[in-house]
């Protein structure tokens, strides 16, 4: 059973790494650099590939009319897209027309070929679900998100798609909780149904469960008259439970007794009230924790954790800080009706460095601050609040390490490998000859300002490296 790739990539330098890598694990490929050579070659021939590996965006046209265009011809077919542009859109339409993966680049090579094996293994059996559909939803807010912990979740996303499973997403508070589930329902056959957030932690225990399963009029003092709960206010769409962990232990018996029956009494009630409603919950607990401990039901963790869904905190993700700051500036501007303001780089840098316990709520809060306080278009260090001014750690921010992480990014994407191996010895190389101009020529201090002994500084003077 000899497998075969085809490759549509414009980008030579990406086409080369995976011919090798490919190659390597002993699948035979082909690469073509434009739709139009593609087709070519494909249409004459039936299947002539188990895989194909697309950009999205090619010098001749666009990748996703290549996939519909493949999966109509061939449904079995397991297509990975590829691209450098990746944003929830591009994530859920890429699943929807029926994609097996997306990969969004700079790839690691490693995780490409893993991937490919297993998409073979997949069109072999022809197992993998074919989706094909052509209906647009509402997009609501944009969620932005380029770092790698947030494309994982741009992923769950958009294979969640078109399904109504519960979903627990896991996060520190700020990192997008809501948003994520707002993402969910909205891109679930139930968009059009109602959305409904209800917050564990900012009701009183003892009216939690009235809030959720409404009451009757009497049914205690003050119930003047009868309400609805949420969950009949969620008829049909997705009820959104946020600080889970907050939840008292009688009503997690009763919502487990809801979930797997369908209905419920409102309180003091009577008559059954029957639902169809999909929970996504959300804390920033660890349930496990609570689980040990007896606080959390266990029968009722695993209902809800269907799919468990994890939002990376702000820190990890500091690369996409520049786009989230660009954003929140440009909304606050438009809502405040004044021009927007930008952030000089070194502002972006200083940013990116900070340690953000509010994540991305408090990088928001911050951009409307700006919006109103900074004296200039342009947003200086010296114009954050007083208490941002400063690193917390004693590194500086260091405007090269950045400098260094796009770089080896951009490398990267142009498919370098081994970047090490080559970079070692140059950083060495340029402290070095910065330390003996330091000593002006002295050896013994010069390796004592780069933390050498004086023997491997004249080792590496002479070239010999540390063999
Ligand atoms: N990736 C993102 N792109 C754009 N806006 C974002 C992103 N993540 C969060 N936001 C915005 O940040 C704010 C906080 O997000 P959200 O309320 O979803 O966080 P949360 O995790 O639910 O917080 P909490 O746990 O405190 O309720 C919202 O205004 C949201 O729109």
Partial sequence: MTATVWIVEDDEGIRWVLERALAQAKLSCRSFSNIHDFLADWLPNSAPAQVVLCDIRLPDGDGLSLLSQLKQQCPELA?????????????????????????????????????????????????????????????????????????????????????????????????????????????????????????????????????????????????????????????GGTLFLDEIGDMPLDVQTRLLRVLAEGQFYRVGGQAIVQVNVRIIAATHQDLAVKLSSGEFREDLFHRLNVIPLLMPP?????????????????????????ATKRLHPSTQAHLQRLPWPGNVRQLENLCRWLTVMAPAPEILISDLPQTLHTQPSSRQACAWQLHLQHWAEQEFSQGRQALLTEV???????????????????????????GWGRNTLTRKLNGKGDG
């Fill in 79 to 235: 297509v990975i897209m590829m691209t450098a542009h990746s944003d929830l859109d591009s994530a859920i339409k890429v699943y929807q027309k029926g994609a097996f993966e997306y990969l969004p680049k700079p790839f690691d090579i490693d995780h490409a070929i893993a991937l490919v094996q297993k998409a073979i293994q997949a069109s072999f059996s022809s197992t993998q679900a074919v989706s094909v559909s052509t209906t647009t939803q509402e997009h609501g807010r944009t969620i932005i998100g380029e770092a790698p912990a947030m494309q994982a979740v741009f992923r769950a996303i958009g294979k969640l798609a078109n399904s109504s499973m519960a979903v627990l997403i896991n996060g520190q508070s700020g990192t997008g909780k809501e948003l994520v589930a707002r993402a969910l329902h909205q891109h679930s056959p139930r968009a059009t149904r109602p959305f409904i957030a209800l917050n564990m932690a900012a009701i009183p225990k003892d009216l939690i469960e009235s809030e959720l399963f409404g009451h009757e009029k009497g049914a205690f003092t003050g119930a003047h008259q009868r309400r609805q709960g949420r969950f009949e206010q969620a008829q």
């Fill in 424 to 450: 070692l010895p140059e950083v060495e190389q340029i402290l070095l000859t910065c330390a003996l101009k330091h000593s002006q020529g002295h050896k013994q201090a010069a390796a004592k300002l780069l």
């Fill in 314 to 338: 702000l820190t990890e993700r500091a690369q996409d800080i520049p786009e989230l700051a660009a954003h929140f500036l440009n909304q606050a501007a438009s809502e405040l009706d004044v």
